[in-house]
Structure formats: C-alpha cells, structure tokens
Nanobody, 124 residues
Framework: QVQLVESGGGLVQAGGSLRLSCAAS????????MGWFRQAPGKEREFVAA????????YYADYVKGRFTISRDNAKNAMYLQMNSLDPEDTAVYYC?????????????????WGQGTQVTVSS
C-alpha cells in the first residue's frame, strides 16, 4: 500500500521561502512519476511540478517556474518542493501525488496515490 505524507507547510511572509517534503512508502518508485499539486479555497486543484522518479527529469507550471524547485532522494524515498519568492497567490493546500506512469504528468486525475495535504499560507 503506497502512502504519501507531506510536511513542511506553514505561514510565511511574501517573498519568503518554504520547503515541502513528501515521505513515500509502500514500494519502490522506479517507473513512477511524482508530483505536487495545490488547491486554494474555491478553486480547482492545479498542477505545480512533477518529477520522473528514475530519470529525475522535472516539469513545472509556468506560474512557479523559476521560483519553485522539485527534487527527490531515491535513498530516502522522499520528494521535495523548494518554494522561493512566495506570493500570496501561492496560498493553498499542497498535495504530494504518485502516478504509475511517466506521461501525462500535469493532470491530477491521472495520479493514483495522494497525500493528505499540507497548508501553505503566504501573508502580504
């Protein structure tokens, strides 16, 4: 049973930084992709970033490109999202997700496993 547990959310001022972590367990993730999504109140869940677990290739939504960095640690079965230059528009619950494929990485419905989410609040 795959389990994903996010941590690292919190309250930060605009311009600040946070680092989210996702601890993954239940299997090895070779051949998987993992991603970060976010959902603000009253809005749809949206893609933030994704990484192909084996190759390490990364993908970003335009609105976070240059500010956020996704990475993974194979040995720890962990994924991270370094978020810099945070803006109040980044306020949302951030979710870690895993997909049993390495294509179509930007669509939430394609992901097979989800964490419980961690709140990120950016104050102005």
């Amino acid at each position: 049973q795959v389990q994903l547990v996010e941590s690292g959310g919190g309250l930060v001022q605009a311009g600040g930084s946070l680092r989210l972590s996702c601890a993954a367990s239940g299997r090895t993730f070779s051949g998987y992709a993992m991603g970060w999504f976010r959902q603000a109140p009253g809005k749809e869940r949206e893609f933030v970033a994704a990484i192909r677990w084996t190759a390490g290739s990364t993908y970003y939504a335009d609105y976070v490109k240059g500010r956020f960095t996704i990475s993974r640690d194979n040995a720890k079965n962990a994924m991270y999202l370094q978020m810099n230059s945070l803006d109040p528009e980044d306020t949302a619950v951030y979710y870690c997700a895993a997909r049993r494929s390495i294509v179509r990485l930007t669509t939430a419905d394609e992901y097979d496993y989800w964490g419980q989410g961690t709140q990120v609040t950016v104050s102005s």
